[in-house]
């Protein structure tokens, strides 16, 4: 049958098998390296892009540093002017400070509205501590909503006096100024909130302590409290007369190792009918007899727990 294929025919199939061949290359190779191609070109001209635009990033990104740096700076300044120094690395030396910092924000702001001549400040503040558990101390800002104030004066006292806010030894938002009466005898009145932002190291507050609960001093049997250990308090079957202090012998009671004393009982002495607690009960005109008072605080000639 081949011998009948003429030499035009076999130029034909040549023809029509190199073009099967051409395209199969073309869809199989020449093709999708093309559009590989073309996807390359579209990077490089992005990458392009980008690296032209990489020194005014650089500079952004110079400027963008140097305001970091500036708002560090006038934060540092703003906060020695208007923050209390309360370190929550330590939770303890923080709990005393946090302790101690109402009465002392209220002294400031009280001598601060004092100093408005132009107006009359009614009212006065009143801040209470946050907690006495130095585990649940506020951070990282604590948020006292100080109440509603009001001033008496003409319409512009009144908004001096407001704009003077910005001017408090504390961070202070006065919001909410309504008016009322006739100049110049009007009435202004605001609400006030005060935010106190504590700090710590590296912006981690301390580790929480493994018994904290209530003040210090306060708490345990009948004695001192503790935070993790301390001095526990008197054991039970001894007399605790009055208000003992730390290290102070007490009332009513020789010290442990102290030579007995006619009339006066000690440790472990027998139980007299009607002593509380397996207590003994001094004898009637005896050194504990007449002596009373509470735990803390003190009676008579007791003296009193220190004030933190």
């Given at each position: 049958?081949?011998?009948?294929?003429?030499?035009?025919?076999?130029?034909v199939?040549?023809i029509?098998?190199?073009?099967?061949?051409?395209?199969?290359?073309?869809?199989?190779?020449?093709?999708?390296?093309?559009?590989e191609?073309?996807?390359?070109?579209?990077?490089i001209?992005?990458?392009?892009?980008?690296?032209?635009?990489?020194?005014?990033?650089?500079?952004q990104?110079?400027?963008?540093?140097?305001?970091v740096?500036?708002a560090?700076?006038?934060?540092a300044?703003y906060?020695?002017?208007?923050?209390?120094n309360?370190d929550?690395?330590?939770?303890?030396?923080?709990a005393?400070?946090?302790?101690?910092?109402?009465?002392?924000?209220?002294?400031?702001?009280?001598?601060?509205?004092?100093?408005?001549q132009d107006?009359?400040?009614?009212?006065?503040?009143?801040i209470?501590?946050?907690?006495?558990?130095p585990?649940?101390?506020?951070?990282?800002?604590?948020?006292?909503?100080?109440g509603?104030f009001?001033?008496q004066?003409?319409?512009?006292?009144?908004?001096?006096?407001?704009?003077?806010?910005?001017?408090?030894?504390?961070?202070v938002?006065?919001?909410?100024?309504q008016?009322?009466?006739?100049?110049?005898?009007?009435?202004?009145q605001?609400?006030?909130?005060?935010?106190?932002?504590?700090?710590?190291?590296?912006?981690?507050?301390?580790?929480?302590l493994?018994?904290?609960?209530?003040?210090?001093?306060?708490?345990?049997?009948?004695?001192?409290?503790?935070?993790?250990g301390?001095?526990?308090?008197p054991m039970?079957?001894?007399?605790?007369?009055?208000a003992p202090?730390?290290?102070?012998?007490m009332?009513?009671a020789?010290?442990m190792?102290?030579p007995?004393?006619?009339g006066?009982?000690?440790?472990?002495?027998?139980?007299?009918?009607?002593?509380?607690?397996?207590?003994?009960?001094?004898?009637?005109?005896?050194?504990g007899?007449g002596?009373?008072?509470p735990?803390?605080?003190?009676?008579?000639?007791?003296?009193?727990?220190?004030?933190?």
């Amino acid at each position: 049958m081949l011998s009948k294929l003429t030499l035009q025919n076999v130029i034909v199939i040549g023809i029509v098998v190199a073009a099967v061949i051409a395209s199969g290359i073309f869809f199989v190779l020449i093709r999708p390296t093309q559009a590989e191609i073309k996807n390359l070109d579209t990077q490089i001209e992005a990458a392009s892009q980008r690296a032209a635009q990489l020194p005014q990033a650089k500079k952004q990104l110079e400027d963008a540093k140097k305001e970091v740096e500036q708002a560090r700076i006038k934060w540092a300044r703003y906060e020695r002017s208007k923050m209390p120094n309360i370190d929550m690395t330590d939770r303890l030396k923080a709990a005393l400070a946090y302790w101690k910092e109402p009465e002392r924000t209220a002294k400031l702001l009280q001598d601060f509205v004092s100093k408005s001549q132009d107006v009359i400040f009614l009212g006065g503040f009143a801040i209470g501590i946050p907690t006495t558990d130095p585990n649940q101390l506020p951070w990282p800002v604590w948020i006292v909503p100080l109440g509603t104030f009001q001033v008496q004066g003409d319409f512009e006292s009144i908004l001096r006096h407001v704009e003077r806010w910005n001017n408090a030894p504390r961070l202070v938002l006065v919001d909410g100024l309504q008016l009322s009466g006739v100049s110049p005898q009007l009435i202004g009145q605001y609400t006030a909130t005060l935010f106190i932002l504590p700090r710590a190291k590296d912006d981690r507050p301390g580790e929480m302590l493994p018994s904290a609960g209530g003040a210090p001093g306060m708490g345990g049997m009948a004695g001192m409290g503790r935070f993790g250990g301390g001095m526990p308090g008197p054991m039970m079957g001894a007399p605790m007369m009055g208000a003992p202090t730390m290290g102070a012998p007490m009332m009513g009671a020789p010290t442990m190792g102290a030579p007995r004393v006619p009339g006066v009982p000690t440790m472990g002495a027998p139980m007299m009918p009607g002593a509380p607690m397996g207590g003994s009960r001094p004898p009637m005109g005896g050194a504990g007899a007449g002596v009373t008072g509470p735990a803390l605080g003190g009676g008579a000639g007791v003296p009193g727990v220190e004030e933190y």
